[in-house]
């Protein structure tokens, strides 16, 4: 499945792929992982630069053994191939994480919200 996503707001669309998209059932926890990987260009072609964004929605006990009920547990991580991938580390690394971080509180505040709004 092929995407055209906006890329940080800069105006040009990123074309991105679906690369999973499964139902986690491990014995252990139990969800749905999500991701997604650049499609190379002319310009950025795979062995220059790749990435691929993973996300996980698990349930998890929200505190064991007291029977309190069920959470869900958001996982998001990114990785980056190619001879460029040590430069975005360097360059962009922190603000990726940080990036990351705001988008969990934000999909955190919009899940309680919709939550406590009964939707």
Same mark, same amino acid.
């Given at each position: 499945?092929?995407?055209?996503?906006?890329?940080?707001?800069?105006? #040009?669309?990123?074309? @991105?792929?679906?690369? $999973?998209?499964?139902?986690? %059932?491990? &014995?252990?926890? *139990? !969800?749905?992982?999500?991701?997604?990987?650049?499609?190379?260009?002319?310009?950025?072609?795979?062995?220059?630069? #790749?990435?691929?964004? @993973?996300?996980?929605? $698990?349930?998890?006990?929200? %505190?064991? &053994?007291?029977? *309190? !009920?069920?959470?869900?547990?958001?996982?998001?991580?990114?990785?980056?191939?190619?001879?460029?991938?040590?430069?975005?580390?360097?360059? @962009?690394?922190?603000? $990726?994480?940080?990036?990351?971080?705001?988008?969990?509180?934000?999909?955190?505040?919009?899940?309680?919200?919709?939550?406590?709004?009964?939707?």
């Amino acid at each position: 499945m092929d995407l055209d996503m906006n890329s940080g707001g800069n105006g #040009r669309p990123t074309g @991105v792929e679906l690369s $999973v998209l499964e139902r986690i %059932d491990d &014995g252990r926890r *139990a !969800g749905w992982r999500v991701a997604w990987r650049t499609r190379p260009t002319l310009t950025l072609p795979s062995w220059m630069l #790749r990435a691929e964004r @993973v996300q996980e929605f $698990v349930e998890a006990e929200a %505190d064991p &053994g007291t029977g *309190a !009920g069920v959470e869900t547990e958001y996982v998001c991580w990114e990785t980056f191939y190619g001879v460029l991938a040590p430069v975005v580390r360097t360059v @962009v690394g922190t603000k $990726v994480a940080a990036g990351f971080n705001a988008w969990a509180e934000g999909l955190k505040a919009r899940a309680e919200e919709l939550w406590r709004a009964g939707k």
